[in-house]
Nanobody
Framework: QVQLGESGGGLGQPGGSRRLTCAAS????????RAWFREAPGKEREFVAA?????????YYADSVKGRFTISRDNAKNTVDLQMNNLEHEDTAVYYC???????????????????WGQGTQVTVST
């Protein structure tokens, strides 16, 4: 089965940038999606961004990060990055990468659609 691992978390300042990387091992299907979710203290896990392949490729973003965060995939390394710019205090959370197979478009933003999860990496935005 697929195993995922995140890296790149740490301390950032408001207005700064940080880049997260999710590495994957194991074989997956040709129809899949890779995504980032985050869990802030006292809050439920929420969708951040996704990269989906189903014939072509499509990216999805939560309204709260659109225009600030960018998800991208490196085919050679089989990694997915989350470039975070213009960080805000509200971005503080544990960030998880996820992989889902054979999901439908309407489920891309739902954590229940993803069968594989990384261990999470902490991002703290503070002055």
């Amino acid at each position: 089965q697929v195993q995922l691992g995140e890296s790149g978390g740490g301390l950032g300042q408001p207005g700064g940038s940080r880049r997260l990387t999710c590495a994957a091992s194991g074989r997956t299907t040709r129809n899949f999606a890779r995504a980032w979710f985050r869990e802030a203290p006292g809050k439920e896990r929420e969708f951040v961004a996704a990269w989906r392949r189903s014939g072509g490729t499509t990216t999805y973003y939560a309204d709260s990060v659109k225009g600030r965060f960018t998800i991208s995939r490196d085919n050679a390394k089989n990694t997915v990055d989350l470039q975070m710019n213009n960080l805000e205090h509200e971005d503080t959370a544990v960030y998880y990468c996820a992989l889902g197979e054979r999901l439908i478009t309407s489920s891309v933003r739902s954590g229940a659609a993803y069968g594989y999860w990384g261990q999470g990496t902490q991002v703290t935005v503070s002055t």
